[in-house]
């Protein structure tokens, strides 16, 4: 499995990112999907995630901010993220849990600063 994500940036408090994760060499529409995100010295966590069905999870630092969904025929997930605060600042990743652990793509890298 192939995962590419992209859409990061620099981006000042309060402003929206929009981040998207290409994935091939799956069955992507039964695929159960999760944004996670690794901030310097923190454990990865996962920050939303959408099943098949298109059913969605939010953490709550997250919550009422960020919007997953999904595009079956592009095999593409996406991260809307809103209202961006310091704290998002890290390395984010697409990935889900039927995949090997050796398939975690690159990342794409979100700042936020003034």
């Known amino acids: 499995v192939q995962l590419v994500e992209s859409g990061g940036g620099l981006v000042q408090p309060g402003g929206s990112l929009r981040l998207s994760c290409a994935v091939s060499?799956?069955?992507?529409?039964?695929?159960?999907m999760g944004w996670y995100r690794q901030a310097p010295g923190k454990q990865r966590e996962l920050v939303a995630s959408i099943t098949s069905a298109g059913s969605t999870d939010y953490a709550d630092a997250v919550k009422g901010r960020f919007t997953i969904s999904r595009d079956n025929a592009r095999s593409t997930v996406y991260l809307q993220m809103n209202s961006l605060k310091p704290e998002d600042t890290a390395v984010y990743y697409c990935?889900?849990?039927?995949?090997?652990?050796?398939?975690w793509g690159q990342g794409t890298q979100v700042t936020v600063s003034s």
């Open positions: 060499g799956s069955i992507f529409s039964r695929n159960f």
């Open positions: 990935f889900s849990p039927q995949f090997p652990d050796s398939d």
